[in-house]
């Protein structure tokens, strides 16, 4: 089970890195971190660093390609390098999948054309402009593709492929070795239900 995360300069960390707590612990998973250069690429809130083993030009197969979002995804849609390299890899994989804003990358590279497909609520619109039609949901599964919301999400999506490639007992395990069990103290977690102070805080600091 080979894992591919792509990563980017202005990567989000918990995108990449919520999914691979769960994700590496499948058996015989090997995991890649991949990167245009190898090396540390750094995250949108330009204080953490996660360090590309591969480069995009050494991978050419995955089991399953998980495509993080970030404001350096957002910078990326144009970049066909990186989006060439998507394409690739999507025609070998068992599953293609986009956390928060990946979302925008498989749009940008095709793949998500006329597919329900879901992103961070910000990027709704210009996951449509891809042709995909946006949905509102955690994690939403469209064949071999499966995008999950913003940040968080990608945990939810990571469990849920779990349960598909190792069974719901495995899955569980995971879950449970991570504690996963989430009561948030504020009910403000989607774009629904968020009052509208928050969305104000957001875009004020925009």
Known sequence: MR?????????????AV??????????????????AVPG???????????????????VDSADLLLVPGGTGARR???????????????????????????????GAAGLLHGLRATTHWSAADQLRSYGAEYADERVVSQGKIVTAAGVSSGIDMALLLAGQIAGRTAAEAFQLAIEYDPQPPFDAG???????????YLLDRR
Not at 76 to 104: F, K, M, Q
């Open 3 to 15: 894992i591919v995360i792509p990563l980017f300069n202005g990567f989000t960390a918990l995108d």
């Open 18 to 35: 919520g999914p691979y707590e769960v994700l590496h612990m499948l058996p015989k998973a090997e995991v890649v971190f991949a990167a």
């Open 40 to 58: 540390p690429l750094i995250d949108g809130a330009g204080l953490l660093t996660l360090t590309a083993g591969a480069a995009f030009d050494d």
């Open 190 to 200: 989607s774009y629904a239900k968020a009052p509208q102070s928050a969305k104000d």
């Open 76 to 106: 990326s849609v144009t970049d066909e390098n990186l989006l060439g390299w998507i394409r690739r890899i999507h025609a070998t994989t068992t599953w293609t999948t986009s956390v928060c804003t990946g979302a925008l990358l498989l």
